[in-house]
């Protein structure tokens, strides 16, 4: 379905300046910008999958990844077409790059009444890039809210920041991935820039009513150092050192054929993260993923696959030594 769009303004010669993420892609009449889903209509600019859905299914909370908000949950998860970010190893690129997938439309009412229906904490934005979804899930996000239901965003955190802060006033939680700390990897391989990836976090991490989780995919030689790692924590510690931060192994697909990431790799930065941060946990491997206090070392929440087990935590504290630990549900 097409709306009119949020976040532009008009340019010369029938142009428009989307003002949704910091591409600020000019586009010409017929056209569409970076995210292929954002179009210039005759001077006027329209989403073009306001209420499309590629993907719509009921997700352990866990999945998404995030392991401090409502542990052991279930989430209804909804993705689009179309994405801000041009990955070589996108994961799910068959929906991210074609903006011609299939889709089924769901009104907000009904995309709010499925997870009423199905009894889920709320609804997350995930799949491919919720941001480029902007008009459709604040729609969402706003009639969610006034239903009890929680609002999560699986993202690249490539955003604008007045959008971002509309966003902020709706949402509970946010796993937003940090690809890299290197510029050139942000510009060549990502096709965007790493500066305003940053910023999301910083200014996610500001809201203490917003449970935040970041996500690095580890390549092997493109951004798996110990000198990246320790620049990349030390950052992340700057904003709080409890931070969940998970980092998850890398399988070769759509335009990338580097290697696998091996266990040892994870397990070794994992190390160097774990000097700085207080909750670092291993993805797409089959290896512990527990949390324990960080004071006293008590299990807290036991995982097995997507099997939980809320063991020693209780009103926000555990139980053992009655240390705050920063778990939310």
């Not at 709306?3 to 010369?12: D, N, P, Q, R, T």
């Not at 999945?63 to 070589?88: A, D, E, N």
Request: aromatic share 10%; with cysteine; charged share 25%.
């Amino acid at each position: 379905m097409d709306k009119k769009a949020l976040y532009w303004e008009k340019s010369e010669n029938s142009r428009v300046q989307c003002q949704l993420c910091p591409h600020r892609c000019v586009i010409a009449p017929g056209k569409t910008g970076v995210c292929r889903v954002r179009l210039n209509r005759d001077g006027v600019l329209y989403t073009r999958i306001y209420g499309e859905a590629s993907s719509v299914a009921m997700d352990p909370i866990e999945k998404k990844p995030l392991y401090h908000f409502y542990p052991g949950s279930s989430i209804l998860s909804v993705g689009t077409v179309g994405c801000s970010f041009r990955c070589m190893f996108c994961q799910n690129y068959s929906i991210s790059q074609n903006p011609d997938h299939p889709t089924d439309f769901y009104s907000p009412e009904e995309l709010v009444g499925m997870a009423k229906n199905k009894g889920s904490i709320g609804i997350a934005y995930t799949y491919s890039e919720p941001l480029i979804w902007f008009e459709y899930v604040i729609d969402c996000c706003r009639l969610a809210r006034k239903e009890g239901l929680k609002n999560v965003f699986v993202t690249n955190g490539y955003i604008n920041r007045k959008p971002l802060h509309e966003l902020l006033e709706v949402a509970d939680a946010f796993n937003i991935d940090l690809k890299s700390f290197n510029e050139d990897f942000y510009k060549k391989v990502i096709g965007g820039t790493l500066g305003p990836v940053c910023d999301t976090i910083a200014e996610v991490a500001l809201k203490r009513q917003i449970s935040l989780e970041v996500t690095t995919l580890v390549i092997p030689v493109h951004n798996d150092t110990d000198a990246e790692m320790e620049e990349m924590t030390d950052w992340l510690a700057s904003l709080g050192r409890d931070i969940p931060y998970h980092l998850s192994a890398y399988y070769p697909t759509y335009k990338f054929s580097a290697p696998p990431t091996p266990v040892s790799t994870l397990e070794r930065l994992k190390k160097i993260a774990e000097k700085k941060l207080r909750y670092v946990y291993l993805g797409n491997v089959s290896t512990e993923s527990n949390t324990c206090c960080h004071n006293c070392g008590s299990l807290l929440v036991a995982r097995r696959g997507y099997s939980i087990e809320v063991v020693n935590y209780q009103d926000g504290r555990c139980k053992s030594c009655g240390t705050e630990v920063p778990i939310i549900g």
